[in-house]
C-alpha cells in the first residue's frame, strides 16, 4: 500500500506512557502515525524513531491541548502532510491529586482545561476534517473508570473524565453515521511509582481478574472499535473486573 492509501491515525499526548505504546503498536498495525506531545521533546523523539521504524512518513507537533491555539496549529501542520484521518485518538491527559477543600483555580484549570476543553476541541477539530471525507473514520477518547467511581482525592480529574464521557456519546450522535466516536475507560494499567506503587497483591486485591493491565489490553479494545463498524457511543472500561466490586 502507498503511503497516500494508509490509513491515519491522529494521536494527542503520543509520548506519554500509554500514548506511546498506542503510536507504536498502531504504526505497526500499518497505520501512519501523527502525535503530539506537550514538554518532552526528547521522548517524543524517541517515540517517533522508533514508530518511523515501521511508517517513515510518520510526524509529530508540540501541542499544549489546553490552549486552542495549539491544538488548530497542531492541525494545519498535519493536514500540510496528510491528506485524510481515519482514527483520532485524544490520550492527552493530566493526572494528581487534588485535596478538597484546597483545591485551587490553578489546579482546576490545570486538569479541568487539558482533560476536558483540550479533548473538545480536538474532538471538534478533527471531526470538522473527518466529516468531509467519503469514508467513516473514528473518534477514540481516553477516559478512567474514576468515571464510575468516588475519588475524594481526585475531584477535578474525575470530573473532567466524567464529561469527557458525556462529550463521547454527544458527538458519537451528532456525527453519526460518518463517524464512530467512542471510549476507552482503562483501570490500573501499569504500574506508576507517582501514584500507584506497591505490592502487586495489594494493587489487584479489588481486580477480579487478579493482575495489573498491560497497554497491550487497551489496544486489542482500540483494534477492536477500528475493525468494528456498528459500536458508537460506548464506553469500553478495560479494567479486569474492578468495577464489579
Keep these: 500500500m502507498a503511503a497516500s492509501e494508509k490509513k491515519v491515525c491522529f494521536i494527542t499526548g503520543g509520548s506519554g506512557r500509554l500514548g506511546s505504546e498506542i503510536a507504536i503498536s ?112 473514528r473518534i477514540i477518547t481516553m477516559t478512567d473508570i474514576s468515571a464510575d467511581l468516588v475519588w475524594q482525592g481526585f475531584a477535578p480529574y474525575t470530573a473532567s473524565k466524567t464529561a469527557v464521557q458525556h462529550l463521547t456519546k454527544v458527538f458519537a450522535k451528532a456525527f453519526a453515521p460518518d463517524i464512530l466516536v467512542n471510549s476507552i475507560a482503562p483501570g490500573t494499567v501499569t504500574i506508576n511509582p507517582e501514584w500507584n506503587n506497591g505490592p502487586e497483591e495489594e494493587l489487584t486485591k479489588n481486580i477480579p481478574l487478579r493482575r495489573i493491565g498491560q497497554p497491550s489490553d487497551i489496544m486489542e479494545a482500540i483494534l477492536f472499535l477500528t475493525a468494528s463498524s456498528y459500536v458508537t457511543g460506548q464506553v469500553i472500561n478495560v479494567e479486569g473486573g474492578r468495577l464489579l466490586n
Design 26 to 137: 498502531l504504526a505497526q498495525k500499518g497505520y501512519s502515525i501523527f502525535f503530539t506531545y506537550n514538554m518532552s521533546r526528547g521522548k517524543a523523539e524517541e517515540v517517533l524513531d522508533i514508530v518511523r521504524a515501521f511508517a517513515p512518513e510518520s510526524a509529530m507537533a508540540q501541542c499544549n491541548v489546553s490552549k486552542v491555539a495549539d491544538i488548530e496549529k497542531a492541525f494545519r501542520t498535519f493536514t500540510g502532510k496528510f491528506k485524510r484521518l481515519d482514527l483520532l485518538i485524544a490520550s492527552a491527559s493530566n493526572f494528581y491529586s487534588a485535596t478538597l477543600p484546597d483545591i485551587t483555580e490553578s489546579e482546576w484549570e490545570s486538569l479541568v482545561d487539558t482533560n476536558l476543553k483540550g479533548t473538545f476541541f480536538t474532538m471538534q477539530t478533527g471531526a470538522r476534517i473527518m466529516k468531509k471525507q467519503s469514508f467513516v473514520s
